[in-house]
């Protein structure tokens, strides 16, 4: 990957949220406990699914990895955020920038696909209840889980090769409050259209490929919810997935209002708070949206709140 670039840039100005003392005072304070909650309702979960005899499944394997997916890529974005809003220089060397971009993109392709994949666990269990066990089987995750990792790691490879060799003519002054791909392109002075397109393609596989596949799982698993006579098990089906279409709905929405587009059609405000969403937002709300939906997560809640205070 080459770390260099034509034009000696040595370090980024993040223009940030606000240039308001007293905002970024307020802001502070609501992305500190923003990320504690984060921090606290991930771990929760990660402790609760290794733990818990009940949550020793596929399902819940998959959703430690979301709860370790989203503590990286918080802790990625907002510690930096948080120094930066208590500083008055806000800048970042260009080494720091690179990595950001591409540990930040990384983390975000991998939970695209470990969306897709929890889809697909659904729709096993649901439509396919007696094959269940022997189609998704512990070394099944694990290999899964490993695969997802590798993939969201290279995949991201060739959006930042191609995004840390454009020509920056000396611009340095990025309007976010992170280094984001859109943001660094921005900042380019050629025409970076065949960039543009090759970014949107690889935007198209790790986003709307996965979604769609997402959107066939659903379909097939609602189509069989439907079939079940009983209206407790249709309502207890219903619950079990409710959960990850709401988690797919907020990530992959803000994801493609951000990098399924140019640059002629982007608000770098706009960006800003799309960008919140799915890098902070999304974190804290993933645990809060299992554990409030789910009975098993709140009852391995309750069990493990008892056995700690007596």
Wanted: hydrophobic share 50%; proline share 3%.
């Amino acid at each position: 990957m080459s770390w260099r670039n034509d034009t000696v840039v040595t370090e980024f100005v993040l223009r940030g949220l606000s240039s308001e003392p007293r905002t970024q005072t307020i802001l502070f304070v609501a992305f500190l406990l923003i990320y504690v909650i984060i921090l606290v309702g991930n771990f929760l979960i990660i402790t609760l699914t290794t733990t818990d005899i009940n949550l020793q499944t596929p399902m819940y394997f998959f959703l430690t990895n979301l709860s370790v997916m989203d503590i990286c890529v918080s802790s990625t974005t907002i510690p930096r955020m948080l120094k930066d809003l208590l500083s008055v220089k806000k800048t970042i060397s260009y080494v720091e920038c690179a990595a950001q971009m591409y540990i930040s993109l990384s983390l975000g392709e991998c939970e695209c696909i470990l969306l897709a994949i929890m889809a697909y666990d659904r729709y096993i269990a649901i439509c396919y209840p007696l094959h269940y066990t022997i189609i998704i089987t512990r070394s099944v995750c694990i290999k899964i889980a490993i695969g997802t990792w590798v993939c969201g790691f290279l995949l991201s490879i060739c959006h930042i090769t191609l995004t840390l060799n454009i020509n920056l003519c000396g611009q340095n002054e990025i309007n976010h409050f992170l280094c984001e791909v859109p943001e660094f392109l921005s900042l380019g002075c050629q025409n970076i259209a065949i960039v543009e397109y090759v970014i949107f393609i690889v935007g198209v596989i790790i986003l709307i490929i996965p979604i769609t596949l997402i959107c066939m799982s659903y379909t097939q698993i609602i189509l069989n919810i439907l079939k079940i006579s009983s209206l407790e098990g249709q309502k207890k089906a219903f619950s079990t997935c409710g959960s990850h279409m709401m988690v797919v709905a907020m990530f992959y929405g803000s994801a493609m209002a951000v990098y399924m587009k140019t640059r002629s059609t982007s608000s770098p405000n706009t960006d800003k708070m799309i960008t919140v969403f799915y890098f902070i937002i999304s974190p804290m709300l993933n645990p809060l949206i299992y554990t409030l939906r789910n009975k098993e997560v709140k009852a391995a809640l309750t069990k493990f709140w008892k056995n700690k205070m007596f």
